[in-house]
């Protein structure tokens, strides 16, 4: 999912896909206007 909402072309390692996780449910939770720039339309 993560490869996916960031639009990487390789799957990260899962310790760093874990923490990319970690990162972007902070984003959302601290801020939801900035998540806004998470939202993709081309997945």
Known sequence: ???ALLGLD???PSDA???M???LA???AS???RAILL???EV
């Open 21 to 23: 996780a970690i990162a």
């Open 1 to 3: 999912m993560i490869r």
């Open 10 to 12: 390789e799957t990260p």
């Open 26 to 28: 902070h984003l959302q």
């Open 17 to 19: 896909a874990d923490a």
């Open 39 to 41: 939202d993709r339309r």
């Open 31 to 33: 801020d939801p206007r």
